[in-house]
C-alpha cells in the first residue's frame, strides 16, 4: 500500500485498544447507507459508529480480548481462532497480533482478524462436521485453515483457491500457503485431505470439490459472482465483498433448500482488494483498492 494508507492504518502498541471507522484493505467500515441487490424489505442501514480494535502480544491474547470486545461471537469460532495461529500466516516483518491487515505480497492482503471473525461467526452454522468449504482467494492460508478445523470429520473438506503462480523470486502463495497451514494446529488435515490448496482463477470456483455448503470470497467482485453461485449447494451460504473502491459491501447469500432461488442481504460495509485475474494483480498498482 502506498505510504499515506499505510500510514492511516499503522497498528497500536501492544496492548493497548484502538477506536477507528476504516482500516485499509479487508476491514470492517461503519457509516455507509445500503449495498447492491438487497431487497427493499431487507435493505440495512449502517449507522456511523466507532468501534474497538484490540492487540496482543500473542495469538491467544488477541482473540481472548477480541472475544471480550464482541468482535468474535461465537464461542466455537473464537476457540478455532485460538488454535490456528494469525502468525504461522503473516509475513515476518509484520505484526500478526494487531487487528489489522497486513500485506502478504503480490499486492495483495490478509484481512485484519475481526473481518475473518465477522466472516466465520456468518458462516458457522453451516460450518459442520461433514461440510464442504471453498476459500477464494486463500491467500496465506489462514482461513482456509480454520474451516478445515470446522468441517473435519464425516467426509468434511476446506477448498483454498490462489491465483498466484511461481515468478523467479517470489514463491508461489499456493506452496507458501501449505507451509503455513503444515505448521498450524491444522497440518494434519493436509495429509488426512480435508484441506485442499489450489492454484487457479477462484472467480471460477473450484468445481472439482462442488457442490459446497460454505463459500468465502475473500476480494471485492464487481457485481454478483453468479458462476460461484452455481456451486453452492441447496441451503448453503456465500459471503462475498461486492462493489467498488469507494462503495462495498460484504454480501451473504443464501441458497434456497431446493435449490431454486437465492436469498441475498448486505451485511456491512466493508474495505477489500478487487477480484481480479492474476495479471491485473500483479500489475494493481500497492495503495490503489
Known amino acids: 500500500m502506498g505510504n499515506f494508507l499505510r500510514k492511516a492504518r499503522r497498528a497500536p502498541k501492544r496492548g493497548v485498544q484502538e477506536r477507528r471507522t476504516f482500516d485499509g484493505e479487508g476491514s470492517l467500515i461503519q457509516g455507509s447507507t445500503h449495498g447492491p441487490h438487497v431487497s427493499k424489505a431487507e435493505a440495512p442501514t449502517f449507522k456511523m459508529a466507532f468501534f474497538m480494535r484490540a492487540s496482543g502480544a500473542s495469538n491467544a491474547e488477541l482473540i481472548?480480548?477480541?472475544?471480550?470486545?464482541?468482535?468474535?461471537?461465537?464461542?466455537?469460532?473464537?476457540?478455532?481462532?485460538?488454535?490456528?495461529?494469525?502468525?504461522?500466516?503473516?509475513?515476518?516483518?509484520?505484526?500478526?497480533?494487531?487487528?489489522?491487515?497486513?500485506?502478504?505480497?503480490?499486492?495483495?492482503?490478509?484481512?485484519?482478524?475481526?473481518?475473518?471473525?465477522?466472516?466465520?461467526?456468518?458462516?458457522?452454522?453451516?460450518?459442520q462436521p461433514g461440510a464442504r468449504a471453498l476459500d477464494v482467494g486463500s491467500g496465506t492460508g489462514y482461513l482456509t485453515a480454520c474451516f478445515g478445523m470446522m468441517v473435519d470429520g464425516k467426509g468434511g473438506k476446506a477448498v483454498g483457491v490462489e491465483h498466484i503462480k511461481v515468478t523467479s523470486l517470489l514463491a508461489e502463495l499456493t506452496e507458501s500457503s501449505k507451509s503455513n497451514?503444515?505448521?498450524?494446529?491444522?497440518?494434519?488435515?493436509?495429509?488426512?485431505g480435508v484441506i485442499e490448496l489450489h492454484t487457479g482463477d477462484g472467480r471460477k470456483g473450484w468445481p472439482?470439490?462442488?457442490?459446497?455448503?460454505?463459500?468465502?470470497?475473500?476480494?471485492?467482485?464487481?457485481?454478483?459472482?453468479?458462476?460461484?453461485?452455481?456451486?453452492l449447494k441447496p441451503g448453503g451460504r456465500m459471503v462475498c465483498p461486492v462493489g467498488d473502491a469507494l462503495d462495498q459491501h460484504l454480501m451473504v447469500y443464501d441458497k434456497s433448500p431446493t435449490g431454486d432461488s437465492i436469498r441475498e442481504r448486505a451485511a456491512t460495509a466493508v474495505r477489500y482488494v478487487p477480484l481480479i485475474d492474476e495479471k491485473d494483480q500483479r500489475n494493481r498498482r500497492p495503495g490503489l483498492f
Open 64 to 127: 481472548s480480548r477480541m472475544r471480550a470486545m464482541g468482535s468474535i461471537k461465537s464461542g466455537r469460532v473464537a476457540d478455532v481462532m485460538t488454535a490456528v495461529d494469525r502468525g504461522l500466516f503473516v509475513p515476518s516483518d509484520e505484526e500478526p497480533y494487531f487487528d489489522v491487515p497486513q500485506p502478504i505480497g503480490y499486492n495483495a492482503t490478509i484481512s485484519a482478524p475481526h473481518m475473518h471473525a465477522h466472516c466465520l461467526d456468518l458462516l458457522e452454522d453451516r460450518l
Open 181 to 192: 497451514v503444515r505448521k498450524s494446529a491444522a497440518g494434519h488435515l493436509l495429509d488426512k
Open 208 to 231: 472439482t470439490a462442488a457442490p459446497y455448503d460454505v463459500i468465502h470470497v475473500g476480494a471485492a467482485a464487481s457485481g454478483t459472482p453468479r458462476e460461484l453461485l452455481q456451486q
